[in-house]
């Protein structure tokens, strides 16, 4: 697959002009940029620049509101409920965080309930948001329904991401921000681009059987909970991806499981939709609410050296702790560029024409 | 396997007495059987009156305190941090529930973490506590290491158990409660005593090859985290299990990681433990601190009818909601007596000379 070098610079400057054409402001324009190319910087191709113009086709769709009036719409000190506005969630999810960290500040922890969303890039954004404050910060989000519940054929919630980031002191963070399915979506999207096969456990076809077939979502078919089928916890897998999906939509009013609004937007909107929007949830907890924060990092430190020193299986060359392979090659890209491919450049090249910027 | 009956009524008594023969003032050991027999009455077979024996064990070799000082050594509006004291986590968990459960009755949610503590039996006793509150409640404990890292062949991690359960209005509570390995170490052993094989990606043998060796834990193999193996997500479940980990036992001042305190009290305890005893984190949050609690249990009756009817794959009758399986058992146990295999009725028996209580 031939694919092309950006600087994060280029690829950050680039959304940013988009966001701003179709009526984001200064500030949330910039937030939005730096959001989605966290995604590319990190390597979580499939959830960077390669969604813009899908974003870009869901506000021409009115599915998104440029300019949002995002309100706590309930509160007590230490939660919050907000009414995304329609907003993208590039720029509702900054926000709903930041209010969890400022409940934290006052009463030890916050937690924030977002509905009337949209997508909102990579949960590791969010959640990370907390570790500047000695704070360990989670973030998870509903989406698209794909996943079909253990024992059904019907696809009910979405990948349903969780993020969790845990300070330490002198190791880099503790990072873990991973859909609740076998597989993500963006993997499977390569295995299809490839005409390869799916590992068994990633996906079933339209009859609820196994498949190596990793276009059988496309075919009626569904991806699979983590865990894969039932003798290997995929039911384990389902209530995650149920808890996400309730603490997002069900606590905000936002529109849970099957209901949950597609990202294409020439995907009708489901109808008799039980809420707003797509739903997201935020915790913010101070490492010093539970014991001082200087001997919590060292814990930290001892924790992470102690796991990745435990002994590899052979033919491994190291045990790695959750946030060890984004850092990479967040330093890898940041030196040598992030390599997009032909088929994402041209589509982003479709947003010169319609909005006036430039991509280069 | 031959196997007796006995009541709820009979388990419960039998067991409060071994509390009280122990030492346990009236409540703790009222307490202690409750959390005890709710696995048996649930179906968790692993963690009921099984376990029993093993807790006096522990006792008598002093790592049980059965009249602890179970005290608030931090605290925020929010938050707090408990030492048990090495108490009964039997008895320790419920106190720290109920201190969550407070505070999420004054700021909206309230969250403890737990050290010095020991085996809390299941983790979804505690988080139903939050129920009758219409809150939702959260629990989940780390645990002697059994589990092995992904590209790892030592054991760092314990089978650590998470829980949710979110209360709804006509239809019955949403309860999550598993391990965060492919299977729990209690169907692991049911295979061994059948000498049948497990399925790949329970254990992997001393070389970290899969196995469906049911017995290779014991021949220096390792369980398994939910997924398995790297291609199936086994890097997911090595995130909840390490989340869990930090939550429980790095917050509080636990001990952590492959020097969690093990069950069994013929082993020894670790050497240089980084902190005290088995750690917990529990946690509770209003419904209504984001919505009217009317409202939010509505729309769960809707997302579980909805989930509920999802379609079957062929051959599936229906789907599960999490918590169905146990509710069924509970009411059919309840109606028709707990079996109790004759193995664990021989080793409740041995406590009768050796605490001069009767079993029936």
């Known amino acids: 697959m031939s694919q092309q070098l950006f600087s994060y610079d280029q690829l950050y400057q680039f959304s940013k002009q988009v966001f701003l054409k179709i009526g984001?402001?200064?500030?949330?324009?910039?937030?939005?940029?730096?959001?989605?190319?966290?995604?590319?910087?990190?390597?979580?191709d499939s959830h960077g620049v390669a969604r813009l113009t899908g974003y870009v086709r869901l506000w021409e769709a009115k599915r998104v509101n440029a300019i949002p009036n995002i309100q706590i719409i309930h509160e007590t000190p230490s939660t919050a409920t907000l009414d995304g506005d329609v907003g993208l969630g590039l720029v509702v999810a900054p926000k709903a965080m930041q209010i969890a960290i400022d409940k934290a500040k006052n009463v030890g922890t916050g937690w924030v309930s977002v509905g009337n969303s949209n997508h909102f890039g990579i949960a590791g954004y969010h959640a990370m948001m907390a570790l500047d404050h000695d704070m360990i910060g989670i973030a998870m989000t509903n989406a698209s329904a794909l996943v079909a519940p253990t024992f059904s054929i019907e696809k009910m919630l979405g990948t349903n991401p969780i993020a969790v980031a845990i300070p330490a002191k002198e190791q880099p963070a503790f990072v873990a921000d991973f859909a609740t399915t076998t597989a993500s979506n963006g993997k499977?999207?390569?295995?299809?681009?490839?005409?390869?096969?799916?590992?068994?456990?990633?996906?079933?076809?339209?009859?609820?059987?196994?498949?190596?077939?990793?276009?059988?979502?496309?075919?009626?078919?569904?991806?699979?909970?983590?865990?894969?089928d039932r003798d290997h916890g995929s039911h384990k897998g389902y209530a995650l991806g149920s808890i996400v999906d309730i603490f997002s939509a069900v606590l905000s009013g936002g529109s849970y499981g099957p209901w949950a609004p597609p990202f294409p937007a020439y995907i009708a909107m489901p109808e008799n939709m039980p809420g707003k929007g797509l739903g997201h949830f935020f915790g913010a907890m101070r490492v010093d609410a539970f014991r001082p924060a200087e001997e919590f990092k060292q814990h930290m430190d001892n924790w992470i050296s102690r796991f990745r020193d435990a002994k590899p299986a052979s033919g491994q060359n190291k045990v790695l702790i959750p946030g060890d392979p984004e850092r990479e090659m967040e330093t890898e890209r940041m030196n040598n560029g992030i390599p997009v491919i032909?088929?994402?450049?041209?589509?982003?090249?479709?947003l010169e024409d319609k909005l006036g910027v430039k991509l280069l």
Chains 1, 2 share one sequence.
Do not use: F, H
């Open 342 to 350: 032909d088929a994402v450049v041209a589509d982003l090249k479709t």
């Open 24 to 44: 984001c402001s200064e500030a949330d324009a910039d937030t939005a940029a730096k959001v989605l190319v966290s995604a590319d910087i990190r390597g979580i």
């Open 188 to 228: 499977l999207e390569i295995l299809q681009r490839k005409n390869a096969e799916a590992p068994l456990g990633w996906v079933q076809d339209k009859d609820g059987n196994a498949t190596t077939n990793a276009s059988a979502l496309k075919q009626q078919g569904a991806m699979l909970p983590l865990g894969g």
